[in-house]
């Protein structure tokens, strides 16, 4: 089992960048798949990215493509996502997700992942 705490949310004015982390807990983290979601208000919870356990396969929402960037340091047991050109449409609380990988499938599926952050709130002011 492993436990997820996102950091780093916060308000940002348009056009600006913010770095999240994750943290997670647990001495295998490198044998799991982690993902970015988000959820806006009066909104479905939204596919950002996703990172293979590996950290060498990477995949990302539309809406996100060429502006965000997800990364891990298994080392650290830390993925990150960073954000920018921030709009104001990428108002949202931010989940990180994992779960246990034998591949490195990429998955964007809310179900597909076992383990979820309690989310940090991001902000863009326009």
């Known amino acids: 089992q492993v436990q997820l705490v996102e950091s780093g949310g916060g308000l940002v004015q348009a056009g600006g960048s913010l770095r999240l982390s994750c943290a997670a807990s647990?001495?295998?983290?490198?044998?799991?798949?982690m993902g970015w979601f988000r959820q806006a208000p009066g909104k479905e919870r939204e596919f950002v990215a996703a990172?293979?356990?590996?950290?060498?396969?990477?995949y990302y929402g539309d809406s996100v493509k060429g502006r965000f960037t997800i990364s891990r340091d298994n080392a650290k047991n830390t993925v990150y996502l960073q954000m920018n050109s921030l709009k104001s449409e990428d108002t949202a609380v931010y989940y990180c997700?994992?779960?246990?990988?034998?591949?490195?499938?990429?998955?964007?599926?809310?179900?597909?992942?076992?383990?979820w952050g309690q989310g940090t709130q991001v902000t863009v002011s326009s």
């Open positions: 997700a994992a779960v246990n990988s034998y591949s490195d499938y990429l998955r964007r599926r809310q179900h597909e992942y076992d383990y």
């Open positions: 647990g001495r295998t983290f490198s044998s799991y798949a």
């Open positions: 990172i293979s356990r590996s950290g060498g396969s990477t």
